[in-house]
């Protein structure tokens, strides 16, 4: 084709613009394949082969019955352009009137209201060459005008302002000379029909996949609160037998001097006894301790104030602020990197976390060494993770998970509880995060990370 006969049917296509059929301005944007009636937006199909195809397939990928209950949704949704044309009308008759002038054009059949009853809520629509009932004429198969059932439903509804269902009484898919709709009130819903759809014995095979899927997706639920249940319970047998461990041994140091202080009573011992008391009273001290640290760890899984959005500088800056008595005196190296990120938490919480963990890193430095402790917090999608880095005595990699437990302690020479890092993990899990570490080997430092969500969005 030559350049001037390309322009020639260019410039004929460009004049097929606009025409005006039955009242109806018509648009058309030949080269961007884009249609309007009135301003709707239309979409010109063959019926007998693109919109056959196209509808065959998705009955075929759904399952029949659920696709024209689906039909109705989409009729229904589809009526807010249709009403902001049918209210610029005096009433419901010619606003009706108007929009099925406009659907006879486009393909929709020929519209009509035959009756209407506003005392009962009541209307019956007839529609005569319907799309639907004409592709489906031609599949073979009928399940129904679901688009245009939909559609006067919605009518309805917009009109008698109360939700309204459509009764199709006539089908021209089955022969007849014209879809009949019946409409009126009702409290049927679109998505309870489907629902009762799964629940029925007469469900298609498309319907009983997703019933399929969704208890898969309840089987997956449950496996997953079954493993945390026996997380939990593991947790709590742990909790059980160290509990009653750490427990035992200041009691059994109690009843040990209770016994020598009555000896050295008698005796008249007052140096032992004063021995005694101390020991007894040391004893007591830590039981008060172990149970105060018990009663602050069961907080920190129920009891968190409401998140704000902090910045990370600020919340370590208070975290270290409180360790700065012991930061002087070992002369410890605080490496904390510029521009941290904001995050959403309990700022008094978060400030803890901070605080037992360079607490930790300086604590556990081996002796004549100057701790080094650096930390930094990346953004990845909606967290930060926070890393904090130390030059201390490290872990063995067998214990990094253990450190978590309550109680449980890898220096002996430590006058803790061993509670410290299951404060923290207890924290962390409340705010949605993780935490773990990661260790060399002793000796080669210790590196805790841990999660939180970043700063909240509008």
């Known amino acids: 084709m030559g350049k001037n006969e390309e322009s020639g049917d260019m410039n004929r296509a460009g004049k097929d613009k606009s025409a005006n059929i039955s009242d109806i301005n018509i648009q058309w944007d030949v080269n961007n394949g884009t249609c309007s009636f009135e301003n709707l937006p239309v979409t010109m199909m063959w019926i007998n082969s693109t919109l056959k195809g196209l509808m065959a397939g998705v009955q075929?990928?759904?399952?029949?019955?659920?696709?024209?209950?689906a039909l109705q949704g989409e009729g229904r949704k589809s009526v807010e352009e249709d009403w902001g044309i049918m209210s610029g009308y005096p009433d419901f008759e010619s606003g009706f009137e108007a929009i099925a002038n406009i659907a006879a054009v486009a393909g929709w059949g020929r519209w009509r209201l035959v009756s209407i009853d506003r005392n009962d809520k009541k209307c019956v629509f007839r529609v005569h060459n319907s799309w639907e009932g004409r592709y489906q004429k031609m599949l073979g198969v009928s399940w129904g005008s679901g688009l245009l059932a939909g559609k006067m439903a919605g009518y309805c509804s917009k009109l008698f302002a109360t939700n309204c269902w459509a009764t199709q009484t006539s089908c021209i898919a089955e022969g007849d000379e014209y879809d009949e709709f019946v409409i009126e009130p009702s409290q049927r819903e679109i998505e309870d029909e489907i629902e009762n759809l799964l629940k029925s014995d007469d469900a298609t095979r498309a319907d009983m996949a997703v019933a399929l899927k969704k208890l898969q997706e309840e089987a997956a639920e449950r496996k997953k609160l079954i493993d945390e249940l026996e997380n939990k319970n593991a947790e709590l047998e742990n909790f059980?037998?160290?509990?009653?461990?750490?427990l035992k041994s200041p009691i059994i140091t109690i009843k040990s001097f209770v016994s020598l202080l009555e000896k050295d009573v008698k005796k008249g011992d007052h140096i032992r006894v004063q021995h005694d008391i101390e020991r007894i009273s040391r004893a007591t001290e830590q039981i008060e301790v172990l149970l105060e640290d018990l009663l602050e760890l069961s907080r920190l899984g129920s009891v968190i104030n409401p998140?704000?959005?902090?910045?990370?500088?600020?919340?370590?800056?208070?975290?270290?602020?409180?360790?700065?008595g012991r930061i002087s005196e070992k002369k410890a190296e605080m490496i904390i990197h510029p521009d941290l990120p904001v995050i959403s938490?309990?700022?008094?919480r978060m400030v803890q976390v901070f605080q037992n963990l360079l607490e930790n890193a300086i604590k556990f430095t081996e002796k004549g060494k100057i701790p080094r402790v650096e930390v930094t917090c990346v953004v990845k999608d909606e967290e930060v993770v926070c890393t904090v880095r130390d030059n201390g005595k490290g872990i063995d990699p067998t214990y990094s998970e253990k450190i978590f437990q309550i109680f449980h302690q890898l220096d002996p020479d430590d006058e803790g509880t061993g509670m410290g890092l299951a404060f923290i993990k207890r924290i962390i899990e409340a705010h949605g995060g993780r935490i773990w570490a990661e260790s060399e080997g002793t000796g080669k430092g210790t590196v805790f990370h841990f999660t939180v969500l970043h700063k909240k969005t509008a």
């Open 60 to 69: 075929y990928m759904v399952g029949t019955r659920r696709f024209a209950l």
């Open 345 to 348: 938490c309990d700022r008094e």
């Open 240 to 246: 059980n037998y160290t509990v009653s461990h750490d």
């Open 307 to 324: 998140p704000e959005d902090v910045r990370l500088t600020d919340i370590i800056n208070s975290a270290i602020e409180r360790l700065s």
